[in-house]
């Protein structure tokens, strides 16, 4: 579905979606580089397996154009709008699609 949205993303929007290389992963979260600032949100995700909890699948976007590493410290003026705008495009597509559909 992910890879539906990011071909439509890039038709609609091909002067973004040039200047940044737009990859879709699938990856255990032991695999999710360390070097992110998203790793603790999905590295060992599921680290009490025996505990009947299902948690499920964690989606990010990992390095679309940015190369500083972001902490919590940070505003706003650290990060890439335009990188933003391409994650948010795409991810918010694929959130409304799964709330409400394709109407």
């Not at 299902?54 to 650290?78: I, K």
């Amino acid at each position: 579905m992910i890879r539906g949205i990011t071909k439509v993303f890039k038709a609609q929007y091909p002067e973004l979606a040039d200047k940044y290389t737009i990859r879709i992963n699938k990856l255990a979260s032991t695999e999710m580089p360390y070097n992110s600032d998203h790793a603790p949100f999905v590295y060992n995700i599921d680290e009490q397996e025996a505990d009947g909890i299902d948690y499920g699948r964690a989606v990010v976007c990992y390095g679309s154009g940015s190369q500083e590493y972001h902490t919590y410290l940070d505003g706003m003026d650290r990060f890439n709008e335009e990188s933003l705008a391409v994650s948010g495009i795409i991810y918010g597509s694929l959130v409304r699609y799964l709330g409400w559909g394709s109407r």
